[in-house]
């Protein structure tokens, strides 16, 4: 089946612009996160979703981070007033949030900060 | 603090050649341990993962990891590498809260040459 989805696959931004991130999960899958992988940085979380709810929040680096999930499915990630540092890959996964442990990965928005 | 180290930026071995990718970790409580690859310009994909049971587990592509608790380790492995493995490799581990989520190592670039 289609695995999960991402868009767009390239975002070049203007510093100050506010941008979108697209995630589209696995269809049935109740869990949803967001990752990002800087360079020379690794990968750290942002947030988790189960179902339209987001119970940790944790990793989001600052308040110009923000995300939603609507019917449980498409999850949206805003970045507002964009700045150099949040260029990076965003990676999105799901699970099926219950006996499967396992996060399943997008293949990534890269963003680009000028 | 919860962490995950891959000691090696970069494993170099022959086309034939057993290999390992080391990863220790430090979170409390009995972790899921999982290994992912990541190949040039895609996202990352699920290789193996350790939840409980025999030590040893198998996954995908021939490769296995060794769980250790007393070490806390989680190396991964495989008895005779091809170039085509040749990519980035990066442990994760869930601890035992409610978020599910992951913290990844820093990754290790695993190079097999001809």
């Known amino acids: ?114 | 603090a919860q962490s995950v180290a891959q000691p090696e930026d970069q494993v170099n071995v022959a086309e034939g050649n057993p290999l390992t990718v080391k990863c220790t970790y430090s979170v409390s409580g009995n972790p899921y341990l999982f290994w992912y690859v990541q190949y040039p310009n895609r996202g990352l994909q699920f290789l193996l993962k350790y939840i409980t049971g025999d030590n040893l587990v198998k996954g995908s592509y021939g490769f296995e990891a060794e769980f250790n608790k007393s070490q806390t380790s989680f190396h991964l492995k495989k008895p005779s590498a091809l170039v085509s493995d040749s990519a980035l490799y990066f442990c994760a581990v869930r601890p035992m809260d409610s978020s599910y989520k992951l913290i990844f190592g820093s990754g290790t670039r695993l190079l097999v040459r001809p």
């Open chain 1, 1 to 114: 089946g289609a695995g999960v989805s991402q868009s767009p696959s390239n975002k070049v931004t203007e510093k100050g612009k506010d941008v979108e991130l697209r995630c589209d999960p696995i269809s049935g899958h109740t869990a949803l996160y967001w990752y990002r992988q800087s360079l020379g940085q690794g990968l750290e979380f942002l947030i988790y979703f189960q179902g339209n709810s987001a119970p940790d929040k944790s990793g989001l680096p600052s308040d110009r981070f923000s995300a939603e999930r609507t019917g449980g499915s498409v999850s949206t990630l805003t970045i507002q007033r964009t700045q150099q540092e949040d260029s990076a890959v965003y990676l999105c996964a799901s699970s099926s949030g219950t006996t499967s442990y396992e996060q399943y990965f997008g293949p990534g928005t890269r963003l680009t900060v000028t």
